[in-house]
């Protein structure tokens, strides 16, 4: 079984501060983590994902994200918000290997104060 | 590359008929594809999977003869919503897994969505 709690359901930032969305996740076997980020109306689109390899992930738009197994942990970071980056974003786990069942948090949606 | 298309992107029916939504996928080729519901303020739910030329596995709580999965090809699955009344209005969206790429790191590339309304 495996799960992902997302931290704040809304954050706000100023333009050009740093961004920090919150994501703990729970497996009973290796994960493979992603973060999905979707805009009003629209589907998701992959920010950025951990397969087992390095431990801090970059991913696009300036997005990076570090997995941490003793806090079981990946938290979305970039180091200066745009307007653009306001949106929803989604953690996402599954277990290790292909083709495995991937479970979504509840998303944060991010607010991005000019 | 990577692209999903899901049609309609909106539709509006009346209480009692049948509405079918596709998922295509454009550039790849699909084996399995997802279908999720998402309410507002919430996250996805995911309704079934749909394994292409076998029968799509429903998650539990989701009535199978109610939404009608069919995956007939490598690059289309369709949702039917039969009979829908006003408590199936929501946001669906599908998503699919690449057969050669995106199955080994459970990546999924998602459409744009479907807004259903029932009047």
């Known amino acids: 079984a495996q799960s992902v709690t997302q931290l704040g359901s809304h954050v706000s930032v100023s333009e050009g501060a740093l961004v920090l969305l919150r994501c703990n996740y729970s497996?009973?076997?290796?994960?493979?983590l992603f973060w999905y980020v979707q805009y009003p109306n629209q589907g998701l689109q992959l920010l950025l994902k951990?397969?087992?390899?390095?431990?801090l992930v970059k991913g696009i738009n300036g997005f990076e994200a570090e997995f941490k197994k003793s806090e079981t942990s990946f938290h979305l970071t970039k180091p200066s918000a745009h307007m653009s980056d306001a949106a929803e974003y989604f953690c996402?786990?599954?277990?290790?290997?292909?083709?495995?069942?991937?479970?979504f948090g509840i998303g944060t949606k991010l607010q991005v104060i000019p | 590359g990577a692209v999903v298309s899901q049609h309609p992107s909106w539709v509006i029916c009346k209480s009692g008929t049948s509405v079918k939504i596709e998922c295509r996928s454009l550039?790849?080729?699909?084996?399995?594809m997802f279908w999720y519901r998402q309410f507002p303020k919430q996250s996805l739910m995911l309704m079934a999977t749909?394994?292409?030329?076998?029968?799509?596995?429903?998650e539990q709580g989701v009535e199978k003869d109610k939404f009608l999965i069919n995956h007939a090809s490598l690059t289309l699955s369709t949702l039917t919503v039969t009979s829908a009344h006003p408590e199936d209005s929501s946001f669906y969206i599908c998503?699919?897994?690449?057969?050669?790429?995106?199955?080994?790191?459970?990546?999924?590339?998602f459409g744009p969505g479907t807004r259903l309304t029932v009047l």
């Open positions: 998503s699919a897994r690449d057969a050669l790429a995106g199955g080994l790191y459970n990546e999924q590339f």
């Open positions: 497996s009973s076997v290796p994960p493979y």
């Open positions: 951990y397969t087992s390899a390095a431990t």
């Open positions: 996402a786990v599954s277990a290790e290997g292909g083709y495995q069942k991937v479970t």
């Open positions: 550039d790849f080729q699909a084996t399995t």
């Open positions: 749909s394994n292409e030329g076998s029968k799509a596995t429903y």
